[in-house]
C-alpha cells in the first residue's frame, strides 16, 4: 500500500485546517477530535491567533493509517469516547475551540443580552419561546432540588404522550412547559411570589440575589447545548424510541447528575476545602502525588482552555482562593478551568445554593436535550448500536 503524501517538502510543517482536512478527508469534527486525543499536535497561528495550525508530520501519519481501512469494530470503539462523530446534527458542535448553536457563535449570543428564550428558540427552530413564570410551588417541597426535578420529570415521562407523530406545534408547547417545570422544581419553593421576566431573572430572585442576573444570563447562554455530551445523547436514545419529550428530558437530567459531567462542580468544593485546610499549592501537589483528579480542570474538546469558562468568569469576581487555585493548577499541570469551575467560581461570588452550579447546568441544558429530542424524532430512527461481547466462551 502506498503511502499518501500530498505535500510538498519545503512545506512549513504547520497546516492551517483546511489544508489539513483535506489531507485527512474528513469533517472538521474529526480533526478537532483528533487533536484532543492526542493524534494530531495543533498550536495557534501566530499570525491569527484565532486559528489554529497542525502538524504536518501528525496528519501525514493519521491519514496514512486511515488509508489502510480499519477494521469498522476498531473504528466503532474508538467514537465512544471523545472519538469520531457517530451521527449528523444541525443542532451545534465544536469547531476549532469554539462553541456555536445552529451556525452561530454561541460566546456572541451571550454577549448580545440574550437569554436561554432566544437560545431556545434558535435551537427548537421557532420564532419565540415563552417559559412563563416561576411561582411558589404547590405544597410542601420535598428533599432537594435535584431530588424534586427528577421526581417532576419522572411523573412527566409517566403521563406524557409518546412524540412520535405530534404536531411540531404540540411538541415546542411540551417543550417550552418542560424547561419550566424543572425550573419550578428545583427553585419555585424559594420564591415569594410569582413575578414575569425572563428565566435568569426569576432564577436570581428566588434566590434572593438580583444582582446574580447577568452571570446566570450567560451561563444558561452558554451551557444551553454542547454537542453530542453523554447527557445528550443518552436523550437522543430515550427520544429515537418515539418517546415523550420529557423521557428523553429524564435521561438527559439522570445522566448529567454524574461526577464526570455536571456533577463536577460539586467534587471542585472538596479540593477548595483541601485548599484552603492546607493552602493551595499544598493541595494541588497532594492531589497529584496521589494520582486524583483536578475536577473542573481542563476539557478534552478545547485544548487551549475552555471558552465558556473564561466569558463567564468575565463576568465574576471570583474570590482569592478560586483565583489562586486557577493559577497553581495552570502553573503545574497547563491545564485551564472549564466552565464547572466557572459555575461553582459564580455561586461563590454571589452567595448562591450550594446546587446552583448545578440547578443552572440543567435548567439550561434542558433546553439543548430537547433540541436533540426533536431532531431525533424526525429521523424516525432507533439508536441501537452492538456491543463487543468479551465474555465467557459461547455455548456449542
Same mark, same amino acid.
Given at each position: ?17 483546511? %489544508? ?91 454577549? %448580545?443580552?440574550? =437569554? ?152 471542585? =468544593? ?62 503545574? %499541570? ?63
Amino acid at each position: 500500500m502506498q503511502s499518501i503524501n500530498l505535500l510538498p517538502a519545503q512545506l512549513s510543517p504547520w497546516l492551517d485546517s483546511p %489544508t489539513a482536512l483535506g489531507v485527512l478527508g474528513v469533517q472538521a469534527q474529526s480533526l478537532y477530535a483528533s487533536v484532543s486525543r492526542g493524534r494530531i499536535r495543533s498550536k495557534a497561528d501566530p499570525a491569527d491567533p484565532r486559528r489554529r495550525l497542525y502538524n504536518r508530520d501528525d496528519v501525514l501519519r493519521l491519514a496514512n493509517r486511515r488509508s489502510g481501512a480499519e477494521p469498522a469494530r476498531e473504528v466503532a470503539l474508538r467514537t465512544v469516547a471523545w472519538g469520531e462523530p457517530v451521527l449528523s446534527s444541525a443542532v451545534s458542535t465544536i469547531a476549532d475551540g469554539r462553541l456555536y448553536y445552529a451556525g452561530r457563535s454561541a460566546l456572541q449570543i451571550a454577549a %448580545t443580552g440574550a =437569554g436561554l428564550e432566544q437560545v431556545a428558540a434558535l435551537l427548537w427552530d421557532t420564532p419565540r419561546v415563552d417559559f412563563g413564570e416561576i411561582g411558589p410551588a404547590v405544597g410542601e417541597p420535598v428533599g432537594g432540588g435535584l431530588r424534586r426535578a427528577l421526581l417532576c420529570m419522572a411523573a412527566a415521562a409517566a403521563d406524557g404522550a409518546p412524540a412520535r407523530d405530534r404536531s411540531p406545534a404540540e411538541l415546542q408547547a411540551d417543550a417550552a412547559t418542560l424547561v419550566a417545570s424543572i425550573a419550578q422544581a428545583w427553585l419555585g419553593h424559594s420564591a415569594a411570589r410569582a413575578e414575569a421576566g425572563s428565566m435568569h431573572a426569576q432564577i436570581a430572585r428566588c434566590w434572593g440575589r438580583p444582582g446574580a442576573a447577568e452571570a446566570i444570563r450567560q451561563a444558561l447562554v452558554l451551557l444551553a447545548d454542547h454537542e453530542l455530551n453523554a447527557s445528550t445523547f443518552a436523550a437522543r436514545v430515550a427520544a429515537s424510541t418515539g418517546a415523550s419529550l420529557a423521557a428523553a428530558v429524564l435521561a438527559g437530567l439522570s445522566t448529567l447528575t454524574g461526577p464526570l459531567h455536571g456533577g463536577a462542580a460539586a467534587d471542585l =468544593g472538596m479540593l477548595l476545602q483541601e485548599a484552603r485546610a492546607l493552602g493551595v499549592a499544598d493541595a494541588v501537589a497532594s492531589r497529584l502525588q496521589r494520582g486524583r483528579p483536578l475536577p473542573a480542570f481542563g476539557h478534552p474538546l478545547y485544548p487551549d482552555g475552555d471558552p465558556r469558562a473564561a466569558a463567564l468568569l468575565r463576568v465574576v469576581e471570583a474570590s482569592a482562593t478560586f483565583t489562586a487555585l486557577s493559577a497553581e493548577v495552570a502553573r503545574a %499541570t497547563g491545564m485551564l478551568p472549564n466552565v464547572d469551575f466557572a459555575l461553582a467560581a459564580m455561586a461563590d461570588a454571589h452567595g448562591l445554593p450550594h446546587d446552583a452550579p448545578l440547578a443552572v447546568f440543567a435548567i439550561a441544558r434542558s433546553a439543548g436535550w430537547i433540541a436533540h429530542a426533536l431532531e431525533q424524532g424526525r429521523t424516525r430512527a432507533l439508536i441501537r448500536p452492538r456491543a463487543s461481547y468479551s465474555g465467557p466462551g459461547l455455548d456449542a
